[in-house]
């Protein structure tokens, strides 16, 4: 049974940083085959893509919206991925959860078979 678990979200003035953390059980990182994605949802709007790391963290892509301002890791020995948010914006508020499929990184979300429960992130101006 795969599970991911979010964690670090919270409320941040505009131009502040935060930096989330999901937790994933160890099936997922031992095999090495697992790309992973940060994807949010604003209230009112679908789920969209944020950014994702490939297996091994040698590629990263993301979403133009957050390109600058946030960086995508994962640390295989710890089980865990990391965004860091640097330069919020209050349109970045919304609930991010984190997701995994085999093989690359897709941008639909329909495509990743685990999803965490969220976390939420609420940006003031």
């Known amino acids: 049974q795969v599970q991911l678990a979010e964690s670090g979200g919270g409320l941040v003035q505009a131009g502040g940083s935060l930096k989330l953390s999901c937790a994933a059980s160890?099936?997922?990182?031992?095999?090495?085959?697992?790309?992973m994605a940060w994807f949010r949802q604003a209230p009112g709007k679908e789920r969209e893509f944020v950014a994702g790391?490939?297996?091994?963290?040698?590629?990263?892509s993301y979403a133009d919206s957050v390109k600058g301002r946030f960086t995508i890791s994962r640390d295989n020995a710890k089980n865990t991925l990391y965004p860091q948010m640097n330069s919020l914006k209050p349109e970045d508020t919304a609930v991010y959860s984190c997701?995994?499929?085999?093989?690359?990184?897709?941008?639909?979300?329909?495509?990743?078979?685990?999803w965490g429960q969220g976390t939420q992130v609420t940006v003031s101006s």
């Open positions: 790391i490939s297996v091994l963290g040698g590629d990263t």
């Open positions: 160890g099936r997922i990182f031992s095999n090495n085959n697992y790309a």
């Open positions: 997701a995994t499929k085999r093989g690359g990184v897709r941008v639909a979300p329909i495509l990743y078979d685990y």
